[in-house]
């Protein structure tokens, strides 16, 4: 026989019988952690306990007398009362009764006895980014998260490709409105959408904040949110490059300075930003880190470098690399040029022709032809070329304390 006890409350009083009651809050606050298999909602639960806070009383009270009656047909079973019989009558356990059962201790115990389903397979075996997103969107529409004004969320990127999580934060965005909401989020993508502004950069004990950039600077990131403005912001120094081309050659010129070493395994990040580098200069002055870029002076070294880096002139974070002859307008020529003694060595890399390709204006064109392509071949070449000064004084100051 079991105790209905789901028929019983419980209450809380002092010694001189005064009921105790709960001092309320100012702020109610919610924290929803989806990486794991349980999560926080005020405090550790699955996700039956949240499903079960949203019943009416009497669904809880059908639901405990359902649990309850299963449990009491697992203990009249003739099987387990045989097993019963068996325990009983070993001596050696203890001169007393021994039996199994199950927990009937626990008030509603069957909200850890649930599992819950989708499309009929188990939670815990579903895809990790369904997981997130069930996990959280149960969380958010939990009734003490409406209640709460304040809503802590634990990297909301675990697991979710771009698309599935553009539409997470959005339904974040919808469903907490009006309330305060704080990511923690190591993501590039989640600190775009919610916009710059918005972030706190936390390192050292300090704090700091974007809420000096420019309104069109977060207008910017918001909208192209595939920038990667936290891979420069937690790096210990980026280098950032217009394109693939740059970024594979400075590598395989900073591997060769610094035995087979990348930039990447010495905290030097290499960011392709295509031609938004004064919007990431602007981060970088704001946050005081060190950033140089890598760029082509487009013909005109005056106009394109140092007129429009003017403001960075003076800098000691940022720094700025260019060649200054305006006939060596963009990366190809500036290596046919650094191997102008060479061409032979330079042709054999490509994988070209040196009784065809026979001038530096010829090489130089078809590297333009084929930007990537030629550089994908110099990074992983067995030989390695010359390269051009103002790359050389890159990786230089890479070096620098």
């Known amino acids: 026989m079991t105790i209905p006890i789901e028929f019983y409350k419980m209450t809380w009083t002092t010694f001189?019988?005064?009921?105790?009651?709960?001092?309320?809050?100012?702020?109610?606050?919610?924290?929803?952690?989806?990486?794991?298999?349980?999560?926080?909602?005020?405090?550790?639960?699955?996700?039956s306990k949240i499903i079960k806070d949203d019943l009416i009383e009497k669904e809880i009270v059908d639901l405990s007398q359902a649990y309850r009656k299963m449990k009491e047909t697992f203990m009249s079973d003739k099987s387990v009362a045989a097993i019963n019989t068996k325990i009983t009558g070993k001596a050696d356990i203890s001169t007393k009764t021994v039996h199994i059962s199950v927990d009937l201790s626990a008030k509603n115990s069957w909200e850890t006895s649930l599992m819950t389903y989708l499309e009929g397979i188990p939670f815990h075996q579903i895809g990790k980014g369904e997981q997130c997103l069930i996990k959280t969107n149960l969380a958010l529409a939990h009734k003490k998260a409406k209640e709460s004004n304040l809503i802590l969320i634990e990297e909301p990127e675990n697991h979710l490709s771009h698309t599935?999580?553009?539409?997470?934060?959005?339904?974040?965005?919808?469903?907490?409105?009006?309330?305060?909401?704080?990511?923690?989020?190591?993501?590039?993508?989640?600190?775009?959408?919610?916009?710059?502004?918005?972030?706190?950069?936390?390192?050292?004990?300090?704090?700091?904040?974007?809420?000096?950039?420019?309104?069109?600077?977060?207008?910017?990131?918001?909208?192209?949110?595939g920038y990667e403005t936290l891979r420069m912001i937690l790096s210990k120094k980026a280098l950032l490059v217009e394109g693939p081309s740059d970024e594979l050659v400075f590598q395989r010129a900073y591997k060769d300075s610094h035995a087979n070493t990348l930039p990447i395994e010495n905290e030097i990040d290499i960011i392709s930003v295509g031609t938004s580098f004064k919007r990431f200069l602007e981060i970088a002055e704001l946050v005081q880190k060190p950033v140089a870029v890598l760029t082509d002076n487009d013909k005109d070294y005056a106009t394109k470098i140092t007129k429009k880096y003017k403001d960075y002139a003076g800098s000691m974070t940022i720094k700025i690399f260019a060649d200054s002859d305006n006939s060596l307008n963009t990366l190809e020529p500036q290596i046919v040029r650094a191997n102008a003694g060479n061409l032979s060595n330079l042709c054999d890399i490509l994988g070209i022709s040196a009784t065809i390709y026979k001038t530096e204006e010829a090489i130089s064109e078809y590297m333009q032809d084929n930007k990537t392509e030629c550089a994908m071949k110099i990074f992983n070449s067995a030989k390695s070329i010359t390269y051009p000064k103002y790359i050389l004084d890159a990786i230089a100051w890479c070096n620098e304390q």
């Open 16 to 47: 001189a019988r005064d009921t105790v009651s709960i001092r309320t809050l100012p702020v109610k606050s919610v924290m929803i952690d989806s990486s794991g298999t349980r999560f926080q909602n005020g405090s550790d639960v699955y996700i």
């Open 164 to 225: 599935k999580l553009n539409q997470f934060i959005k339904s974040i965005q919808q469903k907490c409105e009006g309330k305060q909401i704080i990511v923690s989020t190591h993501s590039s993508f989640v600190a775009n959408k919610l916009s710059l502004k918005n972030l706190i950069l936390l390192h050292n004990r300090k704090e700091i904040r974007l809420t000096a950039l420019k309104s069109d600077t977060y207008d910017f990131f918001e909208k192209l949110p």
